[in-house]
């Protein structure tokens, strides 16, 4: 992982002060969050991936999909936490709902498609 220093303006900052526990723990992995879910939104992460697929080996592969299931959870986390601080949704209505699309998913899985 690469360090960069980044020159953010006053406001900018103090949104970002805000999010910190909603989208990540430090000022750093808030802005890491926020610049990785721009990057996927946007398309850019799913375009590099398939470039540099052949040069990826098993190991830093399965890395970089842990740091991206982090990611995704702690968006996800953030999210529900917005929403339950709003009170649209509380946890319990979350997790039952889940455990139902658990127990009722399709038997199709990405887990057994061949790559």
Request: glycine share 4%; aromatic share 6%; hydrophobic share 35%.
């Amino acid at each position: 992982m690469k360090k960069v220093l980044v020159s953010l303006p006053e406001g900018i900052f103090r949104l970002i002060k805000e999010l910190k526990g909603k989208m990540g723990e430090s000022d750093s992995e808030t802005i890491r969050n926020i610049v990785i879910a721009y990057l996927s939104e946007q398309g850019y992460l799913a375009k590099k991936e398939s470039i540099d697929m052949s040069r990826t080996s098993r190991k830093n592969l399965t890395k970089e999909i842990a740091f991206e299931l982090d990611t995704l959870d702690t968006m996800l986390s953030s999210l529900v936490e917005l929403l339950e601080e709003k009170g649209i949704i509380k946890q319990q209505e979350w997790e039952s709902r889940i455990r139902e699309k658990i127990e009722h998913k399709s038997k199709k899985s990405y887990r057994n498609l061949q790559f």
